[in-house]
């Protein structure tokens, strides 16, 4: 007999959904492939779409690499969701005496670090193709910032756009005007991480960080309002 | 809370609001506020130095800006409503204001590209406020959007709501960052932090247009929630009927 | 401990958009009972399965599962309960061993890995259980979801068409995953197959339309009887209960 009562302890159901979804995308790479790649092709196509010259690149080059980015993670998001309606795993959870909201917590963690490995891979190729000096540690930190709350709200609305009909365009359409302000801050951090402005980065982060916070709580307590029952 | 024998557009406490008496007289009030506005607008307002008539456009633009956001900040009340007691009423008032907002925030954002082009000489500026105002229209449809793209009820209505929450807590960020981002907008008139500095009549013929363009707000909205309401108690019908057959 | 009500479902009626799937059910089912729920397509065996579950909130009516419903105490209500769906609800790219480890955990059990190997070796999978469950067959799969469904040690089983594609081997695991008769776990499943039904079931309902029609014991009945109070059930029109029906004009 199981003596385990009520409900399951929070942070060690998130460490385990966290675990799963890491180890299954480590299995099978279907995410992490798709994302590096369209991310990089990202990068090169816009340099034939805009045409830069050697002194202006590094300012228009910050919001390259975040469209990219958002890209890349609206793919992510995407798929992970489909993969768990089309295989049923959330009924799976749902059973289980678990939190709802660290199912969200989980699947936002799982993004955030997915779409930082695909960043990490991007980041080097972007200085190189785009011949731009990069302040790292700034570099490092407002993408940080900058894709924790990309995730954030990205996992909350794949999680509504999984379930209705034309789920590729609702995901960018909701997903887009909420995250304005983290793109905004996000380019205007990296452009002076890139030398590209000489401007205080620090209202910026700040912004970021607010943004980080206030959609990571929002997102958290109303998740369970999409699930169904 | 709901009674289960009353179809769902009578069962909540606030729906005697809705009846079909009051039609006919808000339809009235709303066109004599507007026909005051017209007046105060057009004839009573002085001519502005600078601009000329073409400024009459602010006595819109600005209380079409003011009902936009009034709007969607009823969508977050109505959502959080619905999600915490899921009464129809809740919903249909969502969704009312959702469409009437965006009607409000798209004349908006034409009022302001009129009076953009003569002052400015472009038909659009980023300035902070039409470009918050701008998102918050893409938020709107991205809202509605979400309505009609899923086909259970239920689920529409509540991943509306999840939206129209998420969407009211964000406005303010957003605004914040594109008012960071850029700004030309002329200094606030009503808003300068020394008081009004308009001419009283000017500032009369506002508060005339504000309070009209309100009224014609709320009408709008009670008017398409009746609507609503009577959609959902005809589905509601359908579903008892289809209960008893066999 | 006989009469303890394990399941109580009363005036359940569910609807899926506009259209009833389940229309004013009641149930009641004593503890150690194996239940068959047994119906045409549609009549809604999944639905009310699914119900059960928690995974779908009832439209009207109540569920009581182990005496509370999902809105007074929904950890008891989900500890009390295993379910074997169509899916499988397993990672095809987890082992055998890992998709148990991170059910037990999310259970919150202790022992975890003990359990996972004695759930491994209650459904012969020993030899499999670093294989990753993509390459498992329909048969193996089922016996994982099964060991899934039984790690907590449920009060009650549910199960929706377990046993269709599996073969003599695992239908035999299946019903010893049943328990004892008369045991401590209740048992309640959907079936189409009737010879399975009379082999694992203690008592059979009906469903028709949404509707239980009827409700018989199998040990009551001989080897057809059971085939023809089915068509029985078919035939006959669902009958509207007097005072029961619903609608605005009552």
């Known amino acids: 007999m199981s003596r385990a009562n009520g409900r399951s302890p929070f942070f060690r159901t998130v460490n385990t959904l966290?675990?799963?979804?890491?180890?299954?995308?480590?299995?099978?790479?279907?995410?992490?492939?798709?994302?590096?790649?369209?991310?990089?092709?990202?990068?090169?196509?816009?340099?034939?779409?805009?045409?830069?010259?050697?002194?202006?690149?590094?300012?228009?080059?910050?919001?390259?690499?975040?469209?990219?980015?958002?890209?890349a993670g609206m793919l992510a998001f995407g798929r992970s969701f489909a993969a768990e309606r089309e295989r049923g795993t959330l009924d799976g959870l749902l059973l289980a005496p678990i939190d709802r909201g660290a199912i969200y917590l989980a699947r936002a963690i799982t993004n955030a670090i997915l779409m930082c490995i695909v960043e990490l891979v991007s980041l080097p190729v972007f200085v190189a193709l785009y011949n731009v000096r990069a302040a790292w540690g700034e570099l490092l930190l407002t993408t940080a910032l900058g894709t924790i709350g990309f995730t954030s709200a990205g996992t909350l609305?794949?999680?509504?756009?999984?379930?209705?009909?034309?789920?590729?365009?609702?995901?960018?359409?909701?997903?887009?005007?909420?995250?304005?302000?983290?793109?905004?801050?996000?380019?205007k951090a990296t452009a002076v991480a890139l030398g590209a402005q000489s401007v205080e980065p620090l209202p910026w982060l700040q912004l970021l960080l607010a943004f980080d916070v206030i959609m990571v709580a929002t997102s958290f307590l109303v998740f369970e309002y999409i699930l169904d029952e | 809370m709901q009674r289960l024998d009353l179809p769902p557009s009578q069962a909540h406490p606030l729906a005697g609001l809705f009846s079909e008496r009051s039609g006919v007289s808000l339809a009235l009030v709303a066109m004599l506020s507007m026909g005051a506005a017209l007046y105060a607008a057009l004839l009573y307002a002085p001519t502005e130095r600078i601009?000329?008539?073409?400024?009459?456009?602010?006595?819109?633009?600005?209380?079409?800006?003011?009902?936009?956001?009034?709007?969607?900040?009823?969508?977050?009340?109505?959502?959080?409503?619905?999600?915490?007691?899921?009464?129809?009423?809740?919903?249909?008032?969502?969704?009312?204001?959702?469409?009437?907002?965006?009607?409000?925030?798209?004349?908006?954002?034409?009022?302001?590209s009129l009076w953009a082009r003569p002052i400015w000489g472009t038909w659009w500026s980023w300035d902070a406020r039409l470009t918050t105002t701008l998102l918050l229209w893409f938020i709107y449809v991205g809202y509605l959007m979400l309505r009609s793209s899923v086909d259970d009820e239920e689920k529409a209505a509540r991943y509306a709501a999840v939206i129209g929450i998420v969407g009211a807590v964000d406005i303010p960020i957003i605004h914040q960052s594109v008012v960071w981002w850029r700004s030309l907008h002329p200094e606030s008139v009503v808003l300068a932090s020394g008081g009004p500095a308009m001419p009283g009549s000017m500032l009369t013929a506002l508060l005339v247009s504000l309070a009209a363009f309100t009224i014609l707000y709320v009408v709008l909205v009670l008017m398409r929630t009746r609507l609503e309401l009577a959609r959902v108690d005809l589905r509601a019908l359908r579903r008892r009927a289809l209960e008893r057959v066999a | 401990m006989r009469g303890e009500l394990v399941v109580e479902v009363r005036g359940l009626s569910i609807a899926l958009g506009d259209q009833p799937v389940l229309r004013g059910v009641d149930l009641a089912v004593e503890r150690g009972t194996r239940l068959a729920l047994v119906g045409p397509n549609g009549a809604g065996k999944s639905t009310l399965l699914r119900a059960l579950a928690g995974l779908i909130r009832p439209g009207a009516g109540e569920v009581l599962v182990a005496g509370c419903t999902l809105k007074s105490d929904p950890w008891h209500v989900r500890r009390s309960i295993g379910f074997v769906g169509h899916q499988a609800m397993l990672h095809p790219d987890l082992t055998?061993?890992?998709?148990?480890?991170?059910?037990?955990?999310?259970?919150g059990l202790d022992?975890?890995?003990?359990?996972?190997?004695?759930?491994?070796?209650?459904?012969?999978?020993?030899?499999?259980?670093?294989?990753?469950?993509?390459?498992?067959?329909?048969?193996?799969?089922?016996?994982?979801?099964?060991?899934?469904?039984?790690?907590?040690?449920?009060?009650?089983l549910l199960?929706?068409?377990?046993?269709?594609?599996?073969?003599l081997r695992a239908h035999e695991w299946l019903l010893a995953a049943f328990g004892e008769r008369g045991g401590p776990r209740?048992?309640?499943?959907?079936?189409?197959?009737?010879?399975?039904?009379?082999e694992g079931a203690d008592d059979v309902v009906f469903l028709r339309s949404g509707r239980v029609v009827d409700r018989v014991r199998t040990a009551d009945l001989g080897p057809d009887a059971l085939r023809e109070r089915y068509a029985d059930a078919l035939a006959t029109p669902p009958a509207a209960r007097p005072g029961r029906a619903v609608g605005l004009a009552d």
Not at chain 2, 69 to 82: C, E, G, Q, R
Not at chain 3, 159 to 167: S, V
Not at chain 3, 186 to 198: G, I, M, P
Request: aromatic share 10%; hydrophobic share 55%.
């Open chain 3, 96 to 107: 055998a061993r890992e998709n148990l480890a991170v059910f037990a955990r999310l259970y």
């Open chain 2, 51 to 112: 601009q000329g008539d073409v400024q009459r456009i602010f006595y819109f633009h600005v209380p079409l800006a003011w009902t936009s956001y009034l709007a969607f900040f009823v969508v977050f009340v109505a959502s959080a409503a619905y999600l915490v007691k899921r009464a129809p009423l809740m919903d249909a008032v969502a969704r009312s204001s959702a469409e009437v907002g965006l009607l409000f925030t798209t004349m908006m954002l034409i009022t302001g």
């Open chain 3, 186 to 198: 209740t048992v309640v499943l959907a079936s189409h197959d009737l010879a399975f039904v009379r």
């Open chain 1, 157 to 187: 609305v794949a999680a509504i756009a999984a379930n209705t009909r034309a789920r590729e365009i609702m995901l960018p359409v909701l997903l887009l005007p909420l995250t304005v302000p983290v793109l905004i801050a996000s380019v």
């Open chain 1, 18 to 71: 966290v675990w799963r979804d890491l180890l299954s995308e480590y299995r099978s790479r279907e995410i992490l492939g798709g994302g590096i790649v369209f991310a990089l092709l990202t990068l090169v196509v816009f340099n034939f779409a805009i045409d830069l010259r050697l002194e202006s690149a590094e300012e228009v080059a910050p919001g390259i690499l975040w469209i990219g980015f958002a890209f």
């Open chain 3, 111 to 156: 022992r975890f890995e003990e359990r996972v190997e004695q759930g491994l070796r209650q459904f012969g999978l020993v030899g499999r259980a670093d294989s990753r469950a993509s390459t498992f067959s329909r048969g193996m799969l089922q016996r994982l979801a099964l060991a899934r469904a039984l790690l907590h040690d449920p009060a009650l």
């Open chain 3, 159 to 167: 199960l929706d068409e377990a046993e269709t594609g599996l073969d």
